[in-house]
């Protein structure tokens, strides 16, 4: 059985590695590829530029996108996930600290999954990183689990 990648979007290091110690804290051991920002997550889906060559037929269970990001911004990002069309069935939840309705709205109308903002507090922060992942990465049907 194949890993279960995660992809996570995000230009701070302090949420990338929040993320990553609320993961672990709650037992969610998958493969966490990082890419900050929205060129390096393009390049990765894509397996171009520092990822030419990688395996494109291994793509991430869950992509976690944050919005304000260097080079190509969330929305960007997004908008060419679902031209995609190999990509643009990946589940993507935009987890950024905008509250903006206007971006909410913008992201669900670029096909986004789930727009979750990001808590301030630590123990809220990691309680909202648990449940994303045991959603997506445990309970969630994907038409690419689904082949697995």
């Known amino acids: ?12 290091l302090d949420d990338v590695d929040l ?17 900050k920002d929205g060129a390096e997550a393009l390049d990765y889906l894509y397996g171009t530029g520092m990822y030419a ?17 260097p080079k190509i911004d969330g929305m960007g990002v997004l908008r060419s996930i679902r031209q995609n069309e190999v990509t643009r069935l990946i589940p993507v939840v ?9 971006d ?26 648990k449940v994303l992942g045991l959603y997506w990465i445990l309970w969630n049907a994907t038409p690419q689990s689904l082949n697995r």
């Open 19 to 35: 993320t990553i110690m609320a993961f672990k804290k709650s037992n969610i051991l998958n493969k966490v590829i990082v890419a």
């Open 104 to 129: 909410v709205v913008e992201g669900y109308k670029l096909g986004a999954n789930s727009y979750i903002r990001k808590p301030v507090d630590y123990e809220q922060f990691s309680e909202a990183v």
């Open 53 to 69: 060559g990688r395996d494109t037929k291994e793509l991430p269970v869950v992509i976690l996108l944050d919005l304000k990001l």
């Open 1 to 12: 059985m194949e890993e279960k990648t995660i992809l996570l979007v995000e230009d701070n």
């Open 94 to 102: 935009i987890l950024t600290s905008s509250a903006e309705q206007r």
